[in-house]
């Protein structure tokens, strides 16, 4: 049985790699989590073969194939890194090497086709918004247009036509992405007050006191 886990750090989903599409993103999103896991759960002071089998078990059991096929072969001597804070050379290694597939697979204008069509969704909170709109436009290489596409998604994907209207009325050299964001909230704000308030009517009804005369 294995040693219970003194960390917090959930265990990171397996990657779901479909074959034939663009799963750049997928690996992307893999990849930071495993780091992040790795780091709190100080993996990397763990020996090169318990790093090693811990990837794969979080990697996926169905992705053991494509590990196999990146043919990089056992690093004779290898050894933990000294501070710890670095995995081993051959999962240094094996990450590059998926690093390198996907990467090599990654369709641009099929990114920018996912962003383009993306919309807030129904419940969906702005902040929430941002951050998947975000990470959308970091994966299709607008270099100095960044900012300015993440502006534009978040304004036109908003949920909130008024906070669009506000945001038409801005000064286009003053509206960036974070002033989007910030009109976007504040009609996000006013329209949940408005909502519990209707609640409350609906749950107290005003009292209406007439004096008889």
């Not at 090693?52 to 004779?76: P, Y």
């Not at 304004?155 to 506000?166: F, S």
């Not at 009609?187 to 609906?202: A, F, G, P, Y």
């Amino acid at each position: 049985m294995a040693p219970p886990r003194d960390s917090w750090m959930p265990i990171p989903s397996p990657m779901k790699v479909i074959q034939g599409e663009d799963n750049s993103g997928r690996w992307q999103d893999f990849s930071e989590a495993f780091s992040d896991y790795a780091l709190v759960d100080s993996l990397y002071k763990e020996v090169p073969s318990v790093q090693m089998a811990k990837f794969r078990a979080v990697f996926g059991e169905e992705n053991r194939t494509i590990i196999r096929n990146l043919e990089i072969g056992t690093q004779v001597n290898d050894a933990v890194d000294a501070t710890g804070l670095n995995p081993c050379q051959q999962l240094k290694l094996t990450l590059e090497a998926l690093e390198k597939r996907f990467r090599a697979h990654r369709n641009i204008i099929y990114q920018r086709y996912v962003l383009y069509r993306m919309k807030q969704n129904f419940g969906e909170m702005t902040k929430d918004f941002f951050e998947r709109v975000s990470k959308q436009v970091k994966r299709c290489d607008f270099g100095a247009a960044a900012k300015q596409t993440l502006r534009d998604i978040l304004v036109l994907g908003t949920a909130y036509p008024k906070a669009q209207e506000a945001c038409f009325r801005e000064s286009h050299a003053k509206l960036d992405a974070q002033r989007a964001l910030q009109i976007i909230e504040m009609c996000e704000d006013n329209e949940r007050t408005v909502k519990n308030i209707q609640v409350l009517k609906s749950v107290f009804p005003v009292i209406v006191v007439t004096t008889l005369s």
